[in-house]
């Protein structure tokens, strides 16, 4: 494993993050939300490691095929088609990272605040929305989880 390679969501991973699925523990599965075919790999890997997750987690989602290489010169490519301009691919990123991160830690309990969430249009929704996945994510991570998916969030949306 390369650590400044960049890692994706495999057909599988993305699978886990929908359905549960496979049943992946907590730890794992955060870490499977943070791989987003964008950052490499030895940043997640210090984002995960503010976690309490340790570098042994990404190798067994490699081998578990959670998670796969960005094929070579497709780093960074993971936009959604349908949309155009830096803008659009962040707000993207950051209402995936949100649903993602938030249904991971409330489950079901997330359903209201994943309306909400769909209901943005913008950078600036997302932004206003920001203190209330922060509240609701609290409820169900650990302050380092919620520290580190916020910086994350906050990156995105700045």
Partial sequence: MDANLTYQKS???LDEIRSRRYRLPKRPRVLLILVDGRTPLDLVLSQAR?????????YELIS???IEPVPSGMAGTEA???MNGDAAERFARAQRLMNDSIV???GFRALFFTLRLERCATLADLQALLPEY????SRGGDSAEVGVLTSRLRALLN
């Fill in 104 to 106: 991971n830690a409330l």
């Fill in 50 to 58: 503010a976690l309490g997750i340790e570098d042994s987690t990404v």
């Fill in 64 to 66: 578990a095929g959670f």
């Fill in 11 to 13: 057909a599988k991973g």
């Fill in 134 to 137: 922060q509240k609701a994510l």
């Fill in 80 to 82: 959604d088609p349908a």
